[in-house]
Protein backbone atom coordinates (compact mmCIF):
# COMPACT_ATOMS: atom_id res chain seq x y z
CA UNK A 1 0.00 0.00 0.00
CA UNK A 2 1.11 3.03 -1.24
CA UNK A 3 1.15 6.35 1.29
CA UNK A 4 1.88 10.16 0.52
CA UNK A 5 1.98 12.74 3.46
CA UNK A 6 2.62 16.11 2.51
CA UNK A 7 4.38 18.65 5.27
CA UNK A 8 5.08 22.09 5.67
CA UNK A 9 4.01 25.52 6.24
CA UNK A 10 0.15 26.35 6.92
CA UNK A 11 1.33 29.80 6.81
CA UNK A 12 2.77 31.82 4.23
CA UNK A 13 3.53 35.66 4.16
CA UNK A 14 2.97 37.59 0.19
CA UNK A 15 5.82 37.30 -1.55
CA UNK A 16 7.43 34.31 0.26
CA UNK A 17 8.31 30.79 -1.17
CA UNK A 18 6.38 28.38 0.04
CA UNK A 19 7.79 24.74 0.28
CA UNK A 20 6.64 21.45 0.82
CA UNK A 21 7.83 18.11 0.96
CA UNK A 22 5.71 14.58 0.12
CA UNK A 23 7.39 11.43 1.95
CA UNK A 24 6.40 8.08 0.22
CA UNK A 25 5.96 5.11 2.16
CA UNK A 26 5.12 1.46 0.49
CA UNK A 27 6.73 2.50 -2.67
CA UNK A 28 9.56 3.88 -4.85
CA UNK A 29 9.27 7.53 -6.48
CA UNK A 30 11.79 6.14 -9.02
CA UNK A 31 9.36 3.09 -9.71
CA UNK A 32 9.16 2.94 -13.33
CA UNK A 33 5.71 4.81 -15.19
CA UNK A 34 4.84 6.67 -12.34
CA UNK A 35 4.91 10.67 -11.84
CA UNK A 36 4.49 12.22 -8.65
CA UNK A 37 2.56 14.82 -8.84
CA UNK A 38 1.05 18.61 -7.38
CA UNK A 39 -2.35 19.04 -7.14
CA UNK A 40 -4.00 21.97 -5.28
CA UNK A 41 -7.52 23.16 -4.16
CA UNK A 42 -8.09 26.53 -4.17
CA UNK A 43 -11.58 27.14 -1.90
CA UNK A 44 -14.50 26.57 -3.35
CA UNK A 45 -13.04 25.62 -6.73
CA UNK A 46 -11.61 22.78 -8.66
CA UNK A 47 -8.65 20.92 -8.77
CA UNK A 48 -5.70 22.82 -9.94
CA UNK A 49 -3.21 20.43 -11.44
CA UNK A 50 0.92 22.21 -10.74
CA UNK A 51 3.54 19.80 -11.92
CA UNK A 52 5.06 16.50 -11.75
CA UNK A 53 8.61 15.10 -11.52
CA UNK A 54 8.84 11.74 -13.06
CA UNK A 55 10.27 8.27 -12.04
CA UNK A 56 13.46 9.82 -14.30
CA UNK A 57 13.58 12.89 -12.78
CA UNK A 58 12.19 14.94 -15.53
CA UNK A 59 9.72 17.95 -14.35
CA UNK A 60 6.74 19.22 -15.94
CA UNK A 61 4.37 22.34 -14.71
CA UNK A 62 1.63 23.95 -15.37
CA UNK A 63 2.08 26.86 -18.15
CA UNK A 64 0.11 29.20 -15.57
CA UNK A 65 2.59 28.57 -12.86
CA UNK A 66 5.55 27.26 -14.40
CA UNK A 67 7.71 30.58 -13.97
CA UNK A 68 6.93 30.28 -10.17
CA UNK A 69 7.08 26.49 -9.69
CA UNK A 70 10.36 24.53 -9.05
CA UNK A 71 9.74 20.39 -8.15
CA UNK A 72 12.84 17.99 -7.27
CA UNK A 73 13.23 14.85 -5.12
CA UNK A 74 15.12 12.84 -2.78
CA UNK A 75 15.63 9.42 -3.78
CA UNK A 76 17.91 8.66 -0.63
CA UNK A 77 14.79 9.54 1.17
CA UNK A 78 11.94 8.44 -1.35
CA UNK A 79 10.57 12.18 -0.92
CA UNK A 80 9.31 14.68 -3.16
CA UNK A 81 9.43 18.25 -2.87
CA UNK A 82 7.78 22.18 -3.99
CA UNK A 83 8.41 25.23 -4.30
CA UNK A 84 6.11 27.93 -5.39
CA UNK A 85 7.76 30.99 -5.35
CA UNK A 86 5.81 35.19 -5.00
CA UNK A 87 2.89 33.83 -3.26
CA UNK A 88 -0.28 36.01 -3.30
CA UNK A 89 -3.28 35.38 -1.42
CA UNK A 90 -5.20 33.24 -4.97
CA UNK A 91 -2.79 30.84 -4.22
CA UNK A 92 -4.45 29.85 -0.93
CA UNK A 93 -5.62 26.26 -1.35
CA UNK A 94 -5.13 22.83 0.00
CA UNK A 95 -2.03 21.33 -1.87
CA UNK A 96 -2.04 17.53 -2.00
CA UNK A 97 0.81 14.84 -3.45
CA UNK A 98 -0.29 12.22 -5.66
CA UNK A 99 0.97 9.47 -7.65
CA UNK A 100 -0.15 9.78 -11.49
CA UNK A 101 -0.07 6.21 -13.29
CA UNK A 102 1.32 6.22 -16.66
CA UNK A 103 -0.35 2.84 -17.33
CA UNK A 104 -3.18 4.66 -16.78
CA UNK A 105 -3.10 8.09 -16.42
CA UNK A 106 -4.86 8.02 -14.19
CA UNK A 107 -3.74 9.21 -10.23
CA UNK A 108 -4.20 5.99 -8.15
CA UNK A 109 -2.96 7.26 -4.69
CA UNK A 110 -3.49 10.94 -2.58
CA UNK A 111 -1.69 12.17 0.59
CA UNK A 112 -4.85 13.52 2.50
CA UNK A 113 -3.89 17.47 1.83
CA UNK A 114 -2.41 20.38 3.23
CA UNK A 115 -3.76 23.61 3.87
CA UNK A 116 -1.82 26.36 2.88
CA UNK A 117 -2.96 29.82 3.54
CA UNK A 118 -1.39 33.03 2.16
CA UNK A 119 -1.60 35.99 4.44
CA UNK A 120 0.33 38.91 6.28
Known amino acids: QVQLQESGPGLVKPSQ ?13 TALRYYWSWVRQPPGKGLEWIGYISYLGN ?13 SRNTSNNHFSLQLS ?6 T ?28
Do not use: F, H, N
Open 59 to 71: TYYSPSLKSRTSI
Open 86 to 91: SMTPED
Open 17 to 29: TLSLTCTVSGGSI
Open 93 to 120: AVYYCARLSGSSWSYDYWGQGTQVTVSS
